[in-house]
Each structure stands twice: as C-alpha cells, then as structure tokens.
C-alpha cells in the first residue's frame, strides 16, 4: 500500500511539472498541438523500447486495437485537445480546481450509474474536503480572477469527463493486459492521431530548436507522459481506478511547490491550510474504504 501511495504522489508531481514544461515552450511562440504531438511521440518511444527489450506481447495484444482506440481518444487525444485549447479561455486557477472533477465524476460514475461502489455520506465528504482544499490551495481571487469563459470552461469539463470515463473502461478492459503494453498502444496511436492534427491545423516542422524548448518538450514527453501514464495505468491495473484519481487531488498541491522553489512565487498560509484539507479527505476516503472491508 505505502508504495502505491507513493507512486501517487510522483505521478501527482509529474503531471503537474506539466504546465511548466507548457508554459515554457508556449512562451517562445510553439503552437498548443505540436506540443501535445511531440509529447507523445517522445513518450511513446520511450514505452516502445522498454517494451521490445523486455519483449512484452505487442503484436499478441493488436487484437485489442478497437479498445486501445477508444482508450487513447478518451484517455489522451480528447484531454490534451481539450486542456490546450481551453486553457485560452480559462483562467489557471479554475482550470486547476477543474482537475478535482475527475475523483467526483468517477464516484458519481461508480456509485450511481454502474454501481460498483456503494454509496457513502463520508466518502462523499471526504472528495468535497478535498475540492475545499484544492480552492484555499488555487486562493478564491485567483478562481474568481477575469478571463474565463463559458466555452473554455465547457471545453475543459468535457476532457476531464473523457479522462474519468477512460479510467473506468481500462480498469475494465486493461485487466490481464501489462500496463508497458497498455501505455505504448495508447501513447502510440496518440502520436499518430496528434501529428495528423498538428499539421493540418498547425507547421510542427517549424519548431523552434532551442535549448530550453528541446529540454522542455523531452521533460514533457519523458516525465510526464512516458512515466506518468505508465504509472498511472499501472495503479490502475493494481489499486483500481478509485484510488488512482486521487492523483488529481494532489496535482495542484505539487504546482504550488514547484511554483515556490521553481518559480519563486509565495505561498499563504491559508494555501498550508488546503494541503492539510486535502490529505484529511482522501484519509478519510481510504480510512471509509477500509471500513467497509
């Protein structure tokens, strides 16, 4: 369990170095799909290769194609599309609160339409302890800050919601399936539908060749795609897809840190105070959980 925890909370971290890496390469002037094209690209070669050295069984699980297909339009293609796109029109604080929706719509989703998981008043205190968290930790005037719209706010929504959905069908269809396996089928046909966008919307062979672009896009593809999805598939795979959206509870928390020591930015005591409140909430999540066991 202490393992599956702490491989929670790298994936938490690298997921949020993610808006970093963005922001870094959306400052010198590279358009939001060749980013996103790039990433996968540099993530999917990062699963491949493990995958032949450790000749795991690609061409035996190419009879899952249609399911990879769908994983990957949900999971990766519809999220990245979605969060590029929508992140013009909403301001970063609400975009961060929007990540807690991922753990509250897989609830919903699980309690109330498959029926997976019973219904429970302190579980569901213990996800709304959380999003309080998450609002002291972004800070109010941040949320309330202009700049964002209905559209982008829809836009956003609607990529978490395939996320949630996508996590609750590879927990479903994953089963018996290597996550490396997993992770390089969907990262794969990623890059391939990402790249095909890129150049129809976009010039990916302009990419400015920079230091600290190069370095960005590789921490993006390598880190937060290539080990995060992995991590994440394989949390799902082990702990189920309850658990793994937690994840989101603790993206916001690792942004302020890496804002802290990164970027120099000072932090309240109020944003202290929203740390504390999310780790009560998913301790009280688990702690409802293993009650019930």
């Avoid at 938490?12 to 170095?17: L, N, Q, R």
């Avoid at 979605?82 to 929706?101: C, F, K, P, R």
């Avoid at 609002?135 to 395939?162: D, N």
Wanted: proline fraction near 2%; charged fraction near 10%.
């Amino acid at each position: 369990m202490l393992f599956h925890v702490i491989l929670l909370l790298y994936i938490a971290c690298v997921w949020a170095f993610t808006f970093i890496f963005i922001k870094v390469e959306e400052v010198a002037h590279v358009g939001p799909l060749t980013i996103i094209a790039g990433r996968a690209v540099i993530a999917f070669i990062c699963m491949l290769v493990p995958a032949i050295i450790l000749k795991k069984d690609l061409l035996g699980n190419f009879k899952h194609i249609g399911k990879f297909l769908v994983l990957s339009l949900l999971s990766i293609v519809s999220l990245w599309v979605a969060l590029s796109e929508g992140q013009e029109y909403i301001n970063a604080g609400v975009a961060s609160v929007m990540v807690t929706t991922v753990p509250l719509l897989t609830f919903i989703i699980l309690v109330f339409v498959l029926r997976e998981e019973k219904f429970s008043f302190i579980g569901l205190g213990g996800l709304l302890l959380g999003v309080m968290g998450i609002v002291l930790v972004v800070e109010l005037k941040t949320i309330l800050a202009g700049g964002t719209t209905v559209g982008g706010f829809l836009l956003i929504g609607s990529g978490f919601v395939m996320f949630a959905v996508g996590g609750i069908l590879v927990s479903r269809w994953g089963k018996g399936i290597d996550p490396v396996v997993t992770t390089a089928y969907l990262l794969g046909i990623g890059a391939i539908i990402l790249i095909v966008l890129a150049s129809i919307f976009e010039s990916p062979l302009r990419f400015p060749l920079t230091k600290k672009n190069v370095l960005s896009e590789l921490g993006l593809g390598v880190l937060s795609t290539a080990s995060g999805y992995f991590g994440y598939y394989y949390l799902v795979n082990k702990t189920g897809v309850y658990f793994s959206t937690f994840i989101f509870y603790f993206i916001p928390v690792f942004g302020l840190i890496a804002g802290y020591f990164v970027l120099g930015e000072m932090v309240a005591m109020t944003q202290i105070l929203g740390v504390l409140l999310i780790i009560a909430g998913v301790y009280v999540i688990n702690w409802e959980k293993r009650r019930g066991k």
